[in-house]
């Protein structure tokens, strides 16, 4: 019964042994699960932050080779290949934004799921654990609490054997007494008692353990077995959606960029030599008609021949230009790859018609002086042509009339000055519009605003638009049709008439430059405004600043600080006072 009994005792123990190496073994490998998904994770995330950067230096690079405004690249836009090329750099930019797109998706889709995904998964594998040991730590205590009732079940009976021996020896010894006798008899059956209980409670201890020792293994530990696997299988699939996720994303975007891809193509395609060929003859070609026949000089005695040649060669040498000896003087044709560096560009032509006399290949008009061909050449090559500017149209202030450029060059120039004068005539004739139509809501509801105070604004408008008109006027008498060009004047003359028609003249080419604005008002910064951008101004909370010119519908108002400091503020973070008395009053902060 003893032997029994150990051997039973060893086999329970060797099963929660093993029970607790699985556990230990399914704990390792859940930990394991969850630290691949972690590492999945941060794959992803890698990924998310390469196409981020990746898309970022795209539309840098895209960026950085757009043809800067006013600048020599915008103007070669008109040729196919830099077309082309402005369309494929378009396509990269947003052939860029598709892995933008990628990184969001990624982002959005696999890792904030999957870092939502495994705080559930760690909270569940922490409770099926805890589940597991605590079955385990009661089967544990259960088998003690049996343990303990067996070894008090054998020492009481050891204790009742050794009792009735001991009764058995009195009651044959003669010379013990019957109390003795009877003693050890009570004494036998005492433990025997004793016995019969630690044998009833160890029965019943038996029987409570032997059931919970079955739903044990054979109900609580296999459900838990089956729980971890559950979540173990589905980590599984999650991380295998997420994968086809991962492919997914990027096929997505594959028809978009495709599409951009063949629009690189498309514009590859688009590109014309023969256009771009005829563009170039286009803007440069000068009018000019080419030069007549040289005539035959005969040789006389005692008399050498003149070494000369046509006047419109291009292989003359270097020499003086010879003034005619009668009065007043004529220029001839200008050809190309010669410059007349001795004088000024001429000034905006006269509004009178040009003269009769001023007719190219007139035989009075003075020789060109001459260089050899590939000085003209490298200098054209070389060298911008300077042009003398004044102030801006919208000043009311002549501008340079192109005369130092070909015929068929300036008429062009001219048409798209004009064009450009017509453009700023129809803006100030719809903001008069639009200034009208205000005075006539503030005649019908005086209290939304004072009539009187548009109309000095309306005044300003309607000079603007005079002096546009006057300037269309200029430039459309400057406007040869017949693509030739001559010179009336001297260039000294035209200086002259420049400077007496202008308040200031720039001895530079200043296209941009514009006289001082009037102010029209004053503001007070409500807000704090940093100006990083080119164009803006940066202002301090309460600063008052001048007001030169109003909120055009764009959320931007320009004012001036100093003279040599003004730009554009957001029209929110300043409180606007326009002052009628203002215009033309400047006093400097």
């Known amino acids: 019964m003893l032997y029994s009994f150990l051997h039973r005792s060893l086999s329970l123990s060797l099963a929660l042994l093993c029970l607790q190496d699985q556990f230990d073994n399914l704990e390792k490998h859940t930990q394991s699960g969850i630290e691949f998904v972690e590492r999945y994770t941060k794959f992803v995330k890698e990924r998310s932050e390469i196409e981020i950067n990746y898309a970022k230096q795209i539309k840098n690079l895209s960026k950085k080779y757009q043809p800067k405004k006013n600048s020599k690249e915008e103007e070669e ?211 000019f008609e080419p030069p007549g026949d040289v005539e035959f000089e005969d ?130 004739m719809d903001q008069k519009d639009a200034l009208t139509k205000m005075k006539g809501v503030y005649e019908k509801n005086p209290q939304m605003g004072d009539p009187a105070s548009v109309d000095p604004r309306l005044v300003e408008m309607a000079m603007n638009i005079e002096k546009l008109q006057s300037e269309v006027q200029k430039f459309e008498v400057s406007h040869d049709p017949d693509g030739s060009y001559t010179e009336e004047q001297s260039s000294e003359t035209q200086v002259k008439v420049a400077i007496a028609n202008t308040p200031e003249f720039d001895d530079e080419f200043d296209d941009g430059d514009e006289e001082t604005l009037p102010t029209i008002g004053t503001c007070k910064a409500i807000y704090q405004f940093e100006g990083h951008n080119e164009g803006t101004i940066s202002v301090t909370e309460g600063e008052l600043l001048y007001v030169i010119e109003e909120d055009k519908g764009d959320g931007w108002t320009r004012v001036r600080r100093n003279e040599e400091e003004e730009g554009y503020v957001p029209t929110s973070y300043v409180e606007v006072l326009l002052e009628t008395n203002a215009k033309g009053a400047m006093t400097y902060i």
């Open 77 to 287: 836009n008109k040729y196919t290949s830099c077309r082309a090329f402005l369309s494929t750099l378009n396509e990269l930019n947003d052939y860029a934004g598709q892995h933008e797109v990628i990184a969001e998706n990624l982002t959005s889709q696999i890792i904030t799921e999957l870092l939502r995904y495994l705080t559930e998964l760690k909270a569940e594998r922490k409770s099926h654990f805890h589940d597991g040991r605590k079955a385990q730590q009661h089967i544990e205590c259960s088998w003690k609490q049996l343990e303990s009732s067996k070894r008090r079940f054998e020492r009481d009976c050891k204790e009742a054997d050794r009792a009735q021996q001991y009764f058995e020896r009195m009651d044959a010894d003669i010379n013990v007494t019957k109390a003795d006798v009877e003693k050890a008899r009570q004494q036998a059956q005492m433990r025997h008692q004793m016995a019969a209980d630690s044998k009833s409670e160890y029965s019943n201890f038996l029987t409570k353990f032997n059931q919970e020792q079955n739903e044990h293994y054979y109900t609580l530990i296999p459900n838990i077995f089956q729980k971890l696997q559950e979540m173990e299988e589905r980590r599984i699939e999650r991380v295998g959606v997420s994968m086809k996720t991962y492919a997914e994303v990027d096929r997505e975007v594959l028809p978009i960029v495709g599409k951009c891809l063949d629009g690189m193509t498309k514009a590859a395609e688009s590109i014309e030599p023969k256009t771009d060929s005829k563009q170039v003859v286009e803007s440069y070609k000068s009018g």
């Open 299 to 428: 040789y006389g005695p005692g008399q050498s021949m003149k070494r000369t040649v046509s006047e419109t060669s291009l292989s003359n040498s270097r020499g003086e230009a010879k003034e005619r000896p009668s009065g007043g003087k004529s220029k001839g044709k200008l050809w190309p790859f010669i410059k007349n560096k001795n004088k000024p560009p001429p000034a905006p032509p006269a509004s009178s018609p040009p003269s009769p006399s001023a007719v190219p290949n007139d035989p009075q008009s003075p020789k060109q002086n001459k260089e050899p061909l590939s000085n003209r050449f490298n200098e054209f090559m070389a060298s911008k042509p300077k042009m003398t500017c004044l102030r801006s149209l919208r000043r009311g202030v002549s501008v340079c009339d192109f005369s130092h450029l070909p015929p068929e060059q300036r008429r062009k120039k001219l048409q798209a000055k004009i064009d450009d004068l017509n453009k700023d005539i129809q803006k100030e």
